[in-house]
């Protein structure tokens, strides 16, 4: 069964203040890896689509990356309007997108 | 530009009552998708609809019935629920099967 753990749980970040969050996943032949941001009482909102190790996409602030093993969404000078919680995604063989239990960021100003 | 659209936002029911959830795009996309998501926890896969074809996660209990009346609209009719169904129900669709999906807002659900 696929599996995708996040890390870490929240985090708590000042205006400005870098940092990464890590998507670790366990998957039967990847199809895909997703970031999504969710704000409260809101649907996910897709960030980015990761396909194979080593690529990397980047809007505004953040970056994402893949390894064979883990995904890195790096957040870079956060702005208070970046906090929300951020879920990545994994698809693999059959059509079912198994979420992490997603990051909460809080940023400071 | 990509937008799904959900109705109503909140329902309130009795366990006795029946409902149904809306789900509307015009994006062109043909794989529609049911998740249930409970607080501080990600969304769970119900349903996909895909080229018209329905996949169930089988642990979804009967009291949930999808309905794919065409290609843009997709409706989840509730029946008998219980307290334990209160949560934020997502739409979501893509392209194909493989593709970003993307999601509505929810129907905040709450079973009194």
């Known amino acids: 069964e696929d599996q995708v753990t996040q890390s870490p749980e929240a985090l708590r970040l000042q205006e400005g203040e870098s940092s990464s969050l890590n998507c670790s996943y366990t998957v039967s032949g990847l199809r895909g890896l997703f970031w999504y941001r969710q704000d409260p009482g809101k649907g996910p909102e897709f960030l980015f689509t990761?396909?194979?190790a080593g690529e990397e996409k980047e809007k505004e602030r953040l970056k994402a990356t893949l390894t064979k093993k883990e995904s890195f969404l790096h957040i870079t000078a956060p702005k208070p309007e970046d906090s929300a919680t951020y879920l990545c995604?994994?698809?693999?063989?059959?059509?079912?997108?198994?979420f992490g239990a997603g990051t909460t960021v809080t940023v400071r100003a | 530009d990509t937008e799904v659209i959900q109705t109503p936002k909140h329902l309130v029911m009795g366990m006795t009552n029946k409902k149904s959830l809306k789900c509307e795009q015009h994006?062109?996309?043909?794989?529609m998708y049911w998740y249930k998501q409970k607080a501080k926890k990600p969304p769970e896969l119900m349903f996909v609809?895909?080229?018209?074809?329905?996949?169930i996660n089988e642990s979804v209990p009967s009291r949930f019935s999808p309905e794919c009346p065409n290609s843009s609209l997709l409706n989840l009719h509730l029946h008998a629920l219980q307290p334990e169904d209160s949560a934020l129900y997502l739409c979501a669709s893509s392209q194909s099967q493989g593709q970003p999906q993307h999601f509505g807002d929810g129907t905040r659900l709450s079973i009194l």
């Open positions: 994006m062109g996309h043909r794989a």
């Open positions: 609809y895909s080229y018209e074809k329905l996949s």
């Open positions: 990761l396909y194979s």
């Open positions: 995604a994994v698809r693999s063989n059959d059509y079912k997108l198994s």
